[in-house]
């Protein structure tokens, strides 16, 4: 997973916060809704973002473990 992805799903996290909050302090609920839909989304992607590294570590190791066997 790209770094550039992360801090943009980090960042559209943060944008939800403040919108919520933003409607939190002007009795908004439509901003406090659309908050937190924002940081659900987020939050879904950035669990994707934690899965594909996982994979990723789970892939490279299983390579180092066959490159080991094949010596």
Not at 3 to 9: C, E, P, Q, S, V
Not at 27 to 41: F, V
């Amino acid at each position: 997973m790209s770094a550039g992805d992360k801090m943009k799903h980090q960042a559209e996290e943060a944008k939800g916060k403040a919108k919520e909050a933003f409607g939190d302090a002007t009795n908004n609920e439509k901003l406090q809704a659309e908050g937190r839909g924002e940081q659900a989304g987020a939050e879904a992607k950035q669990a994707g973002d934690r899965l594909k590294d996982a994979m990723d570590d789970t892939k490279d190791s299983i390579r180092d473990i066959a490159d080991k066997d094949r010596r």
